[in-house]
Nanobody
Framework: EVQLVESGGGLVQPGESLRLSCTASGFTFNNYAMSWVRQAPGKGLEWVSS????????YYTPSVKGRFTLSRDNAKNTLYLEMNNLKPEDTAMYYCAADGRLSRLRLLQYRYRGQGTQVTVSS
């Protein structure tokens, strides 16, 4: 059974940091590109960041570039998203997603997606 389990979300104040994790099982993690996508209340799904299968190429949507860092540990089947200087507009449910083709992830196309972890940024 394929599983992507996100964790690390929570309620923080503007300017604070969080680290999200996504642990994968049931498929060959290091054969898949990975991404984080998010959905804010009342809005559609938004691509946030992607990483290739080897972990040496990362991509970010402009609104998070310089604040978020995406990484993966293939030995642990885990994806990470380090989020710094969080803003209220980062409030959303964050999902990790996997696909065999990196280019599909930016288009919100993926083979697997987790259940999400909530991030709320509020003073």
């Amino acid at each position: 059974e394929v599983q992507l389990v996100e964790s690390g979300g929570g309620l923080v104040q503007p300017g604070e940091s969080l680290r999200l994790s996504c642990t994968a099982s049931g498929f060959t993690f290091n054969n898949y590109a990975m991404s984080w996508v998010r959905q804010a209340p009342g809005k559609g799904l938004e691509w946030v960041s992607s990483i290739n299968d080897g972990g040496d190429s990362t991509y970010y949507t402009p609104s998070v570039k310089g604040r978020f860092t995406l990484s993966r540990d293939n030995a642990k089947n885990t994806l990470y998203l380090e989020m710094n200087n969080l803003k209220p507009e980062d409030t959303a449910m964050y999902y990790c997603a996997a696909d065999g083709r990196l280019s599909r992830l930016r288009l919100l196309q993926y083979r697997y997606r987790g259940q999400g972890t909530q991030v709320t940024v509020s003073s």
